[in-house]
């Protein structure tokens, strides 16, 4: 069993939302040329992060982190049509089909939200593991899985009963799901460890861990070629995991600091948000190279595309945004990701929390 720091809860946020910050600090647009472009920017709550499209309502469902607060965007209008209280700093966001539900996890009070997108109301509150972070769904489970970033576990919730039916313990601090439909498996990146865990759904066991970049935050499914590509926060590359071997088959240099991931079905090709930069990546999967780069706002974090209106959406941590961006893709990501602060001050404070919680927690938890 692994040993459990004990800190206080002010301790212990501090270093959570230091996790969660750490994800950009604000640079100059990259120059580079692009292929897509900003259609239109809409302003959200404070902080925003993760991203969840619901093509039931033509909406899409943006955690506000430093609001404690759900923004839900008209695709019609491209404006905001709800604003959803939820728990304590929400960080992901996923939609579930089947119900007509997001479920959005909240980082500091070790919950998950359940909103019902006919209503944009809470219908249930979830408790999970500590720090969740990511979460993706499941569809052919019924079944949200939540990354508990403190916890070195994934909670999973069955939507029939917005209950937790299973704890899968992971590696160390994890931080996005990621669903694979054609093995029934769950990619869960570990940002510590620099590994993937994956989950057979069947089981709720890990059956293989696969070694990546440096400090891994989101990632997607490509079903057209077997493959999840996970973003190397630190290493500024995307790693890509064939589902077949469980191993990486490629690495691709991005953006500085990659963060969020999405798939374009249409045109296969794979977003990322690249925080350092306030830029989008486009990667082909067929060469496993960029072909595009597309400048937004200030620390774009989540991203996640709209099938109906051929647009990606990009949460702008940094000014508080929603970028759109026009596309003729088809992409498909649950993975929530989450962004950070980028005035400089505000980093130095991250700096600080880490190096305070690391002495304190790290030698408490090896082994």
């Known amino acids: 069993m692994r040993n459990r720091s004990h800190l206080s809860p002010a301790v212990t946020q501090a ?3 230091a996790a969660i910050v750490i994800a950009s ?3 100059a647009p990259s120059a580079l040329a692009q292929s897509q472009q900003i259609v239109a920017t809409v302003r959200v709550g404070s902080g925003p992060a993760g991203v969840a499209y619901d093509p039931a309502k033509g909406e ?6 430093l609001n404690d607060s759900v923004s839900v965007i008209s695709d019609a209008t491209n404006a905001v049509v709800a604003t959803v209280k939820v728990g304590s700093h929400p960080a992901g966001a996923a939609y579930d089909p089947s119900k007509g539900d997001v479920f959005v996890t909240n980082a500091f009070d070790n919950t998950t939200s359940v909103i019902s997108d006919s209503s944009d109301a809470v219908v249930a509150t979830v408790k999970v593991g500590g720090g969740p972070t990511g979460v993706a769904y499941d569809p052919a489970r019924g079944e949200a899985f939540v990354a508990n970033y403190l916890g070195d576990t994934v909670s999973v919730i069955s939507d029939s009963t917005n209950a937790l039916v299973a704890t899968v313990n992971v590696g160390r601090y994890p931080y996005a799901p990621i669903y694979d439909a054609a093995k029934g498996e769950i990619f869960v990146t570990n940002a510590l460890d620099n590994t993937t865990s994956v989950i057979a759904e069947a089981t709720n066991a890990v059956v293989a ?5 440096s400090g891994p935050t989101g990632g997607v499914y490509d079903p057209a070629r077997g493959e999840v590509f996970v973003a190397d926060f630190l290493a500024s590359t995307l790693s890509v995991i064939s589902d077949e071997t469980n191993r990486v088959v490629a690495t691709v240099n991005v953006g500085t600091n990659p963060t969020g991931v999405a798939y374009d079905s249409t045109n296969d090709q794979i977003l990322v948000t690249n925080a350092a930069n306030n830029t989008v990546s486009v ?3 067929s060469t496993n190279a960029v072909v595009a780069t597309v400048s937004v706002g200030r620390d774009p974090s989540g991203v996640d595309y709209d099938s109906a209106k051929g647009e990606v959406f990009v949460a702008n941590n940094g000014d508080n945004t929603v970028s759109i961006i026009s596309s003729s893709s088809s992409t498909s990501s649950t993975a929530p990701e989450f962004p950070a602060a980028s005035l400089p001050v505000v980093a130095l404070a991250v700096v600080a929390t880490i190096a305070f919680a690391s002495r ?4 408490e938890r090896q082994g």
Do not use: E
């Open 15 to 17: 270093f959570l939302l």
């Open 60 to 65: 899409v469902f943006v955690t506000d982190l």
């Open 360 to 363: 304190r927690i790290l030698p």
């Open 283 to 285: 990667v082909s999967d």
């Open 209 to 213: 861990t696969v070694g990546v970049g």
């Open 25 to 27: 600090v604000g640079v």
